[in-house]
């Protein structure tokens, strides 16, 4: 049986950047990566963006060249699922009966496409965007594809509807809430986008349940809504978001569900292991202490930064604002901080301009700003968001003030 000083399960942005702090920080133990995906690390942002449209190739997405993990010694095993964790032996047994022998685990699994479980979930024509694999193979559909529905107003819904619209299809966006982004945005980005979205031809419904998928000769050929409506379509997006990856470490008796609960240093409450990503949840000081998962590369990157940084002898974790992005047509969307449980919004500019921020405050403190086109915004808000600060609502609202007088 092999052994390895650190074995890091998962090979996304969470697991790659840990093994590559690791060596950047002089650690000479032995490094061992297992993914269950046969890509060696790439970029997940673009699968729902320049990667969906055909923009960039794989080579162009991958987090660094193929020979680089080898050069720097860490042990790459692709296209293996662990599916048992022992946290007394420390070991983990993969799906193909491979046992590795562990000192410390690092767990970045990330989670997997959440599944429609509707009447006709099954159905071919119906596809997901997690993976490099879901976006080829629906790729691989297009040409014979005119009605697309995407199920789901988020964010890779949302930045899929753009693609696909832009690329000559009929697409209706089916939404349960009664407004896009309703989860991860206040109602002034949601309806900005809403008519960006129309203006560019996409058909949306809000408020509006499936109950089936419809289908003839195995294939999918409409969505069925709860009302009895049926949106016809030739393919079937699903962007429901995602189930995190934790039943082996779970099974093991780590503390969590939704997630896999991790302290300040993302130790879960099993000796010797980690976990990072989307698929840990941790304690945020950005959401008035609140447990949560966050998936955004930046948190997979700062996560595994906080465990690179605590196996190689440092006591602290340095935790930055949170920031995330969206792409969507000609309009940049930059967020910083978390919106989460926020009692106002000021809309800063004008949105009929295409440039402007959403301010949002909790208890009259700065938690948040979602800025479109407005990078100045997100690059000056981030210190109102990291010292909490309280302004005056018609100072924020005045967009022709830069928010770093603000901050003074
Ligand atoms: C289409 C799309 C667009 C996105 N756009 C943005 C964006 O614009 N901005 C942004 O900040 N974030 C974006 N995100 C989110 C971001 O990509 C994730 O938050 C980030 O990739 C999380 O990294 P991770 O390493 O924690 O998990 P993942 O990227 O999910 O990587 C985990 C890896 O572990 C593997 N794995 C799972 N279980 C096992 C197992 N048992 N054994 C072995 N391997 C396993 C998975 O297959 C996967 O390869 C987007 C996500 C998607 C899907």
């Known amino acids: 049986m092999q052994h390895s000083d650190i074995i890091i399960v998962g090979t996304g942005h969470a697991g790659a950047q840990t093994a590559l702090l690791l060596r950047q920080r002089h650690y000479a133990g032995s490094i061992l990566m297992l993914g269950e995906e046969a890509d060696p690390p790439y970029e997940r942002p673009p699968l729902s963006k320049d990667y969906l449209a055909g923009e960039k190739p794989l080579d162009r997405i991958l987090l660094r060249p193929v020979a680089f993990w080898a050069e720097r010694e860490v042990d790459l095993r692709l296209g293996r699922r662990v599916v048992v964790v022992d946290p007394i032996l420390r070991q983990i047994r993969t799906d193909n009966g491979e046992v590795y022998a562990y000192e410390t685990l690092v767990w970045a699994a990330g989670g997997h496409a959440r599944p429609l479980s509707c009447p006709g ?3 071919a024509g119906i596809h997901m965007i997690r993976t490099r694999v879901d976006v080829d193979r629906l790729r691989a559909e297009l040409p014979g594809t005119d009605r697309v529905a995407v199920i789901g107003g988020g964010y890779v819904g949302l930045e899929a509807a753009a693609i696909l619209v832009k690329a000559g299809k009929q ?53 069925k809504l709860s009302d009895g409506t049926e949106v016809p379509a030739d393919m079937v997006v699903v962007g429901i978001g995602i189930v995190p990856a934790v039943e082996p470490l779970l099974a093991a008796g780590a503390t969590g569900g939704n997630g896999i609960d991790v302290d300040g240093l993302c130790r879960t409450s099993l000796a010797g292991i980690h976990a990072i990503g989307d698929c840990a949840a941790q304690v945020s000081t950005y959401a008035d202490g609140t447990r949560l998962r966050i998936e955004s590369v930046q948190n997979a990157m700062e996560q595994a930064a906080i465990v690179g940084r605590h196996l190689t002898g440092a006591e ?10 969206s792409n969507q047509y000609d309009l940049r969307l930059q967020t910083v901080g978390l919106s989460l449980g926020h009692d106002r919004t000021i809309v800063r500019g004008r949105p009929t301009d295409r440039s402007f921020s959403v301010v949002y405050l909790r208890r009259g403190k700065v938690i948040a700003l979602d800025c479109v086109n407005a990078t100045r915004d997100f690059v000056q808000g981030k210190n109102l968001v990291a010292t909490g600060a309280r302004i005056a609502s018609d100072q924020l609202s005045d967009a022709t003030v830069p928010l770093k007088e603000l901050s003074a």
């Not at 206040?186 to 349940?209: K, M, N, Q, W």
């Open 316 to 325: 602290e974790a340095v935790v930055g604002v949170p920031t995330f992005w």
């Open 171 to 223: 697409v209706t966006v089916i939404e349960a809430q009664d407004r896009v982004l309703a989860h991860v945005a206040g109602e002034p980005l949601s309806r900005f986008y809403e008519r960006e979205h129309r203006s560019h031809g996409v058909d949306l419904r809000l408020g509006a349940t499936v109950s089936g998928i419809v289908g003839r000769d195995g294939r999918a050929t409409a969505v």
């Open 121 to 123: 979930h099954d159905l």
